[in-house]
């Protein structure tokens, strides 16, 4: 479904394609068409609206709907390491995002934490941990983009005790406490925490013309059909759209930015949604795929000028993948909590944020208090119980009558430590449908990441004992297999022997290309990157209006 204000001739040379339309994409295509330039944004999946999207569970759980399907048309292998034989893994691919427009930012749960000061500069900090680096901006030169995320994208929350300065009060007050919530909160506080209301990027009340949730219960993988949660499809893209300056040409997938004689990208090649090649005539070009498929485009995009791929002088395309760890423990209590309502979390804590020595390894991150499966009836069927559960017959039956109303779990979300040999490449014998090679992931969690993991889940246990719960089992906490925060592959820095982008998003080796997703990221955080990505689109929008405007491209 397309729905279009503008629509651009191919052959005519517009100031801006972007290349992607998820949390960074939809916002740089706002704010450039808001600031008067011609811009249109290439996605590769398919235009749905709000009144597209379903809570069919069979759909989009295990037909992948969001993800474009599973009739192989995007193979991706992995590996966890060099040495290793790339495989395709049964299930969910290793790089895992949604093609549609939107992005992943349809499907997410909404979990809008800020990075804190600690994030840019660890490095400082912590001294020399693997390839930790600083950021060349810090939280101070970021946070009025923190802010305007915050009231233009529309996050709803209330300031809690370890929060950084915030220049302006949170738009809506939070969403209702969930049950989880109200017991993550008496068990973290029995401990001397200081749970916190969640920050999320849906919304409790009317806010810019969009309704307040209706808590249904389907936000975690689902897209909203009621345009309270802040996609940039429901916030950036119809206001790009209304400019009369951007048109969202979807179903198009890139596959080459040619570059010319002074090294500088004049189009953009890409298939049409009947495999038909096309090319798009620009000035410039904005990158903002995703932290796995942005490396894979500039791989494919070799030439004899740029022979590593291009922007990658520096040998750092596609290194340093950050996925983020995480753990889940499980518990179930007394009475019916009811967790299939409303949105994931409602109570974080972020009383271990920082790093600390005395814990023996690096990292730090916080816990959520979330339904986690049992958001879903057939999932939570199939893999819902604790491991010592019956799988049949009417012990089982009984378990999931009583468990699935009784559930809840806490997630721990924690630091990947930025490791060279965890990269996005190209696979050299699989190819995608239309003949280009495959993504490859190679991957292992560090072993710091992996430990700090462990500690949230050991905190996890110990909140859910203080708050009275029946019976508690963990997930294990080992190397992952797959990674929807797809951080680090493109890292943003003042030296260009050392990161790929500058601290503007522009390309250190091509002055008209631009690089701003996941992938600019120099750290990981602590498991909540979406914010800072909006953040971060906001202010390279700014920053690359003024070098157009100043003739600078």
């Given at each position: ?40 944004v290439l996605e590769q999946g398919q235009y749905r609206k709000a009144a597209d999207f379903t809570h069919d569970e069979f759909s989009v759980l295990f037909m992948n709907e969001m993800l ?280 974080i804590s972020l009383d271990f944020y920082n790093s600390d020595a005395k814990r023996g390894f690096y990292g730090g991150g916080g816990l959520d208090a979330r339904p986690f499966l049992n ?109 929807a925060h797809l951080l680090g592959t493109c890292r943003m820095g003042d030296d260009p022997e050392h990161s790929v982008v500058d601290r503007y998003h522009r390309s250190h080796d091509i ?43």
């Amino acid at each position: 479904m397309t729905s279009q204000a503008t629509t651009f001739p191919t052959k005519q040379e517009v100031d801006f394609v972007v290349v992607g339309s998820g949390a960074a994409g939809g916002v740089l295509a706002r704010e450039l068409s808001r600031a008067g330039f011609d811009v249109v944004v290439l996605e590769q999946g398919q235009y749905r609206k709000a009144a597209d999207f379903t809570h069919d569970e069979f759909s989009v759980l295990f037909m992948n709907e969001m993800l474009g399907g599973i009739d192989g048309d995007h193979p991706q292998s992995f590996r966890a390491s060099q040495g290793d034989k790339a495989e395709i893994l049964p299930g969910l691919p290793p790089a895992l995002y949604a093609r549609t427009v939107g992005g992943s930012s349809v499907h997410y749960s909404g979990n809008f934490w800020r990075f804190h000061p600690i994030d840019f500069n660890e490095h400082s900090v912590l001294g020399d941990i693997e390839s930790l680096a600083d950021w060349p901006i810090d939280y101070d030169e970021l946070e009025p983009y923190y802010t305007k995320v915050d009231w233009e994208i529309g996050v709803s929350g209330a300031p809690g005790h370890f929060d950084p300065y915030r220049s302006r009060p949170y738009p809506v007050p939070p969403l209702p406490v969930k049950s989880s919530g109200v017991l993550f909160e008496r068990g973290a506080k029995a401990l001397g925490l200081h749970p916190q209301s969640a920050p999320m990027a849906i919304l409790s009340k009317a806010h810019n013309g969009r309704p307040a949730c209706m808590h249904c219960g389907f936000c975690l993988a689902f897209g909203c059909e009621m345009n309270a949660k802040s996609s940039t499809l429901a916030t950036m893209i119809p206001e790009a759209e209304a400019t009369g300056r951007c048109e969202i040409r979807s179903e198009s997938t890139v596959f080459n930015l040619p570059t010319d004689n002074k090294g500088r990208i004049r189009e953009v090649l890409y298939y049409d949604k009947n495999g038909n090649e096309q090319a798009q005539r620009c000035k410039a070009t904005i990158l903002a795929a995703n932290g796995a498929e942005t490396p894979r485009l500039l791989f494919l995009s070799a030439s004899s000028r740029f022979p590593q791929g291009l922007a990658n002088s520096s040998g750092l395309v596609g290194k340093y993948l950050m996925f983020n760890c995480h753990s889940v423990t499980h518990a179930v209590f007394e009475h019916q909590l009811n967790e299939y309502k409303s949105v994931q979390c409602t109570r974080i804590s972020l009383d271990f944020y920082n790093s600390d020595a005395k814990r023996g390894f690096y990292g730090g991150g916080g816990l959520d208090a979330r339904p986690f499966l049992n958001s879903f009836p057939i999932l939570f069927g199939m893999s819902g119980l604790p491991p010592d559960a019956p799988t049949w017959g009417s012990d089982y039956k009984q378990l999931l009558s009583e468990y699935f109303t009784r559930n809840m779990a806490v997630l721990g979300s924690t630091t990947s430590l930025p490791v060279a040999s965890n990269n996005i490449s190209l696979d050299p014998t699989l190819n995608d449908r239309f003949g280009l090679p495959a993504l490859r992931v190679t991957y292992t969690d560090h072993e710091d990441d992996l430990a700090m993991a462990g500690f949230l889940q050991e905190r996890a246990v110990e909140i859910l004992e203080a708050a009275g719960a029946k019976k508690i089992w963990r997930d294990p906490v080992e190397p992952q297999r797959m990674g929807a925060h797809l951080l680090g592959t493109c890292r943003m820095g003042d030296d260009p022997e050392h990161s790929v982008v500058d601290r503007y998003h522009r390309s250190h080796d091509i002055d008209n290309l631009f690089i701003c997703d996941g992938s600019s990221f120099v750290t990981s955080g602590r498991g909540q990157p979406t914010m800072t990505i909006q953040a971060l689109a906001f202010r390279a929008a700014e920053h690359i209006a003024r070098f157009a405007k100043s003739n600078e491209i």
